[in-house]
């Protein structure tokens, strides 16, 4: 139904960047949003950043400033543009698209495979 696609993760010393992609494929007729989540060893799933198609964006307090979301709205990508990286960003960063697809009633959840990013200190 829906194939999300991530790439960019790797390690990077403190204070280096990151970029991570995320391309959605399949038969999404509409999407709600895009966003990147996170989980840390022994911790919770948390939300880093997500974008609506209003479009809206909303950060976890501990990366706003550092890190941007952006959408290709055209190639049904999003993109996490991490700068200022701290080791306790170090996480298995996941993309997650919530909207219609054909063949299901309501708008649902859709995981990426994960991609690791480890900052070094």
């Known amino acids: 139904q829906v194939q999300l696609v991530e790439s960019g993760g790797g390690l990077v010393q403190a204070g280096g960047s990151l970029r991570l992609s995320c391309a959605a494929s399949?038969?999404?007729?509409?999407?709600?949003?895009m966003g990147w989540y996170r989980q840390a060893p022994g911790k919770q799933r948390e939300l880093v950043a997500s974008m609506s198609s209003g479009p809206s964006t909303n950060y976890a307090d501990s990366v706003k400033g550092r890190f941007t979301i952006s959408r290709d709205n055209a190639k049904n990508t999003v993109y996490l543009q991490m700068n200022s990286l701290k080791p306790e960003d170090t996480a298995v960063y996941y993309c997650n698209l919530r909207g219609y697809v054909s063949g299901r009633w309501g708008a649902y959840d859709y995981w990426g495979q994960g991609t690791q990013v480890t900052v070094s200190s």
């Open positions: 399949g038969s999404i007729l509409s999407i709600n949003a």
